[in-house]
């Protein structure tokens, strides 16, 4: 009943069959003849095909108006976007593309592409020949894995066209509507498109490994995939993303980068290192003693946030005895953490960010292993881990063990991406992705007391890679923590509300 790529595809049959007993040659010539087949075929079917794509049917019309929703909430308004297999190009222009290019091997579909999107540009190639010394900034294959001869050579062709901070969008059917896909071509309810490749989830992120890409999330879409009234929104936006009703999703959507993305600077970053300080006085000169150089060179913000004893008159002592030292000091006019992150980032002239907690519990000596991480292209963002190791007695509380565990799920699946401990203070981001996340803050408000969670959400929002750096978690050995349990507790419930209407419901 269901179909894996190779049995969808006769043509790869016949060629196995008749490649007995050949020489390399004879069967290279034979495998050339059975793709070359394959791609007649298949452009003769999209050629008859774009005749009819005037007309939509209600369920390619519904099917069609939600994966625009969801690639305009992936892809940011002026971005420059290459679609692979773009069709009749109307996804790709409701992208509103500064430069958009489609690609497509069916001259009768660019036909139609070119009339209705002008300001386009359309090329006409087989999706793995598409040649071109540009690069963009997000990749679009829609539906388009499905249908190709050779998946893995697609997207090696694409990666050439990736800079380090592109990102190759890919959605495909999902093998269980192979059925009900048949019975809707059959009854007229769907275009035709036989023979496909139905790909699971995990030959997907198999093949973009293959291909040199690092998947960087992954979900479903789709459920109601018809015009009901009262039902269709409800199921496409929130039964979707929710167990089990994602099993019976129509389609899988993957967001992949390069592997290993490098970004610029790639040989000597500086590091600016963000220390909010309030009521930290004792454990000042430790901070100045243990903060480790980093790069050419290491900058020490502190931002000192309405102390009752003499943390601001600590930190001016800290400065004038280590001149040698690259320091900045200002006094918090706002309240909270957040805001105190945001002033130090504000003031940062490294090339790197990273957050260090006053109270010293993440050992500073950790740090260069948060730079590496980034600096090699591992992740984008690099958030400390304090529950893989065994931490020091009364480091944290039992109740606090617990709420974080809980928000590990609830943020896991709010992001999409693994997320051990939400509550880490140390976080590390590349300055430029921090100002990409200031310039969408609109999008999710100010509603962050703690600051860590407007990063990581803008992280996810920008479908950045998070990685997780496991560190020793220390008791403080000076002053009292500023996490109230239960205020902060609840709090962080309302804001994963918030961020499911923002990052989930979508």
């Not at 773009?86 to 430069?99: E, F, R, T």
């Not at 190639?125 to 539906?143: G, M, P």
């Not at 996490?483 to 709090?491: A, E, T, V």
């Amino acid at each position: 009943m269901f179909f894996s790529t190779s049995v969808a595809n006769p043509f790869h049959m016949t060629a196995v069959a008749k490649t007995s007993g050949k020489s390399p040659e004879q069967q290279s010539a034979v495998s050339n003849d059975a793709r070359s087949a394959y791609i007649a075929r298949r452009r003769a079917a999209w050629d008859k095909l774009a005749t009819e794509w005037a007309l939509p049917t209600a369920a390619n019309a519904t099917y069609h108006r939600r994966l625009a929703e969801v690639y305009r909430w992936l892809v940011p308004s002026g971005s420059s976007v290459l679609e692979v297999g773009c069709g009749a190009g109307d996804l790709l222009a409701a992208l509103n593309p500064v430069a958009g290019v489609g690609v497509d091997f069916s001259s009768q579909m660019l036909a139609v592409a070119r009339d209705r999107h002008p300001s386009l540009e359309f090329i006409e190639t087989e999706a793995s020949e598409f040649q071109s010394s540009r690069t963009f900034d997000f990749v679009i294959l829609s539906d388009l894995v499905n249908d190709v001869w050779d998946v893995q050579s697609v997207l090696e062709c694409v990666l050439s066209h990736c800079h380090p901070a592109t990102r190759l969008i890919v959605n495909f059917y999902s093998h269980l509507w192979a059925p009900p896909r048949a019975v809707a071509e059959y009854i007229g309810a769907a275009k035709p498109l036989s023979g496909q490749n139905w790909l699971t989830a995990h030959d997907m992120t198999n093949l973009l490994s293959l291909a040199g890409f690092d998947v960087v999330r992954r979900w479903q879409e789709i459920l109601c995939p018809f015009p009901v009234p009262g039902l269709e929104r409800f199921a496409n936006r929130v039964l979707v993303k929710s167990w089990p009703f994602k099993l019976a999703a129509m389609t899988n959507f993957i967001v992949a980068r390069p592997h290993h993305s490098v970004r610029p600077p790639q040989e000597s970053p500086t590091v600016s290192v963000i220390v909010p300080a309030r009521n930290e006085a004792g454990n000042i000169d430790e901070i100045f003693k243990r903060v480790p150089e980093m790069g050419p060179w290491t900058e020490l913000i502190f931002v000192e946030g309405h102390s009752r004893d003499d943390t601001y008159a600590a930190i001016e002592r800290g400065i004038a005895a280590n001149s040698q030292r690259t320091c900045k000091l200002f006094r918090q006019s706002g309240e909270g953490k957040a805001d105190a992150v945001r002033l130090g980032f504000a003031k940062a002239s490294g090339n790197i960010l990273m957050i260090l907690d006053a109270d010293l519990t993440v050992a500073p000596e950790d740090l260069p292993r948060f730079v590496a991480a980034l600096q090699s292209g591992q992740g984008e963002f690099i958030s400390g881990v304090r529950l893989v190791y065994p931490m020091e007695d009364r480091a944290m509380r039992f109740m606090n063990i617990v709420g974080n565990k809980f928000f590990s799920v609830v943020f896991s699946w709010l992001l999409g991406q693994p997320i051990k401990d939400t509550l880490c203070g140390t976080k590390v981001l590349w300055k430029s992705d921090y100002q990409d996340i200031v310039d969408a803050r609109s999008y999710f408000g100010d509603f962050d007391p703690f600051g860590d969670f407007e990063l990581l959400f803008g992280a996810a929002k920008l479908n950045r890679k998070i990685v997780e750096m496991p560190i020793r978690y220390r008791q403080r050995v000076y002053g009292e923590t500023n996490i109230h349990r239960w205020k902060h507790g609840w709090l962080l419930l309302k804001m994963s509300a918030f961020a499911a209407r923002r990052l989930k419901w979508v």
